[in-house]
Each structure stands twice: as C-alpha cells, then as structure tokens.
C-alpha cells in the first residue's frame, strides 16, 4: 500500500492509500480539509479536535442526506452512486483510523 502526506489545517498527515486510488484520496482530504477551515475561519470553534469532529459530522450529515434523497433519474435504482461509494469508503477509512494509529488504511 502506497503512503501520501497531505496537509490539512496545516498539519501533515502521512495517510496509507490503496494503489490508484491517490485521486480519490487527494479530493477527501481538500473536502475536509475545506469544510476544517471554514469552521476555523467561522472563528467560533478554536479547538483543533472540535473542529475536526464538527467537519466531519457536516460530511457525514451530507452523505446520509444524498443517500436519503435519491436524484429524480436514479430514484428507480436503489445502488450507490460512485460518489456515495467513495464517501462511504472514506468514513469507513476515518472510522478505522480513528480506532487505531490515526492512519488510513
């Protein structure tokens, strides 16, 4: 498994990535790193940790919302967009890295 640093809020993070998926990877971490830094920026919330949990629960309320209101054109089609199964891999990935090293596996 290949591993990538990436910043975000300005901290490095060295994050373990499946072969081709770097892409993917790089757009979750500027998607976190974006939804961070306007929290920062709102300048209510100053804790690193806090902001992280706040970032990452709008992210996840997002997702569930998309997946509760399926698009007019897909309402037939009761399968996951590749974007759902890209954002559901992700939390997957943050769950676990969470529960262990702070990596992503």
Do not use: W
Not at 19 to 30: F, H, M, S
């Amino acid at each position: 498994m290949k591993q990538i640093e990436v910043q975000i809020m300005g901290q490095s993070y060295l994050l373990g990535c499946p072969e081709g998926g770097e892409a993917q990877l790089r757009e979750a971490v500027e998607r976190v790193d974006a939804a961070m830094c306007k929290i920062r920026d709102a300048g209510k919330v100053k804790a690193r940790d806090r902001i992280a949990v706040l970032a990452s629960l709008n992210l996840a309320f997002d997702l569930v919302q998309r997946e509760a209101a399926p698009a007019p054109e897909t309402a037939a089609a009761p399968d996951a967009g590749p974007d759902d199964a890209r954002a559901s891999q992700l939390i997957q990935r943050l769950d676990q890295a969470l529960a262990g090293d702070g990596h992503l596996l």
